[in-house]
């Protein structure tokens, strides 16, 4: 069953009436997480017996292509909030996912992935920014997270790969709050665009976990068998973008000459071929062994973003260079351009193709 389906497209209006203010600011980002659960979109892919709608992971990444087709900025706190649900779902600590849960799916606290460096981790591409040292039963942390997105001020849990403590026992990942002491937010970074979607930097002085805040005790084992999930829901970012400019290119092809409206047709055939292929891949569970195919969906989503604006831009011409939220067009070329950074980034997943010694995608 896709539940994103249930969605109805006047449901997501709001989402598309603000998505200027959240890319150029924050004034509408508090607003965000109860809009996103007051349409059902957080509850998608949970299963009903921990409050949820059903579905799967893949229904979810859908939903969060649905709300990326209207502001990647919405989508992108959806996308990092989901994630930090996904990481408690697949969590053995039920104590802890009883506790967040809740009051996650109904949007009255931001979840938030901090599980960039530990991505990057596990790729030998950098070590863990955050060590723990053993306080009688307990873990006291310093490091810091150089920024994650959701962190809302006022109420956020975010999960962070941690050294391990004791003479080599493997990272664990935590879930940390706001509200524990040596825990301290930045302001939010100053970014081109995505600008209201409380994306910020944690420094971490002294904060102390214990068991009931881990999510699981090893970090090397979590993380991979969360990669799935954690890639198939960031590439609803590419996917509901790619589909926006393509429609937006398709329209405007109509009106003037050129194949331009035979190219966004082979490319948006593409596109629904790779999305099929997601699916597929996340219920029969070939990503978890097989991540070097999801890399390369990745990749190509990423690839088929910047055609797809380019083809957009070309269907306009001159009048893309005018300032018109209606198209929105100066909006989504602003959106692609983190496409390509975000982690696991391009550069990232290519050199990881490099080294299981298969063929990396062209730059």
């Known amino acids: ?13 709001w989402f598309s009436t603000h998505a200027e203010a959240l890319d150029r600011g924050t004034a509408s980002a508090d607003a965000l997480l109860g809009e996103l659960s007051r349409r ?40 990092g909030h989901r994630t930090l649900i996904e990481c408690l779902l697949q969590s053995p600590n039920a104590d802890l996912r009883a506790r967040w849960l809740p009051s996650l799916l109904a949007g009255e606290l931001a979840g938030a992935s901090g599980l960039s460096n530990a991505m990057k981790y596990l790729a030998d591409i950098e070590s863990l920014r955050i060590t723990a040292s053993a306080h009688g039963d307990r873990w006291r942390l310093h490091g810091r997270v150089p920024w994650a997105t959701n962190l809302r001020p ?40 995505l600008r209201g979607t409380h994306t910020a930097r944690i420094d971490i002085d002294r904060a102390e976990v214990g068991a009931a805040d881990v999510i699981h005790d090893d970090a090397r084992a ?49 596109s629904h071929a790779l999305a099929l292929s997601l699916r597929e891949g996340l219920q029969d569970g070939r990503f978890v062994a097989q991540a070097q195919s999801l890399f ?26 005018l300032v018109s939220p209606v198209q929105g067009f100066a909006r989504r070329w602003r959106e692609a351009a983190f496409i390509p950074v975000i982690t696991p980034s391009l550069a990232q997943l290519r050199f990881e193709l490099r080294r299981a010694g298969g063929p990396a995608p062209a730059a």
């Not at 059902?40 to 087709?69: C, F, K, N, S």
């Not at 973003?305 to 306009?316: F, K, P």
Request: charged letters at 20%; aromatic letters at 4%.
């Open 296 to 321: 390369r969906i990745r990749i190509r989503y990423a690839e088929i973003v910047q055609a797809a604006l380019n083809l957009e831009l070309e269907a306009a011409g001159g009048q893309a260079y």
């Open 40 to 79: 059902g979109l957080l509850h998608i892919g949970v299963p009903a017996g921990q409050g949820g709608a059903g579905g799967t992971v893949a229904d979810a990444a859908e939903a969060v292509a649905r709300v990326a087709e209207r502001s990647l900025a919405a989508a992108l706190v959806f996308w």
């Open 154 to 193: 006022g109420g956020f849990v975010v999960a962070v790969a941690v050294d391990g403590a004791d003479g080599g026992a493997p990272p664990k990942v935590v879930a940390l709050t706001d509200e524990l002491p040596g825990i301290h937010r930045s302001e939010d970074l100053d970014l081109i665009a």
């Open 222 to 270: 979590f993380c991979p068998r969360l990669r799935p999930a954690f890639l198939s829901l960031q590439l609803g970012l590419s996917i509901g973008l790619a589909r926006a400019s393509l429609e937006q290119a398709r329209s405007l092809s109509r009106q003037g000459p050129g194949d331009v409206e035979s190219r966004v047709d082979a490319l948006w055939m593409e």
């Open 1 to 13: 069953m896709n539940t994103a389906a249930a969605v109805a497209p006047q449901d997501l209006d």
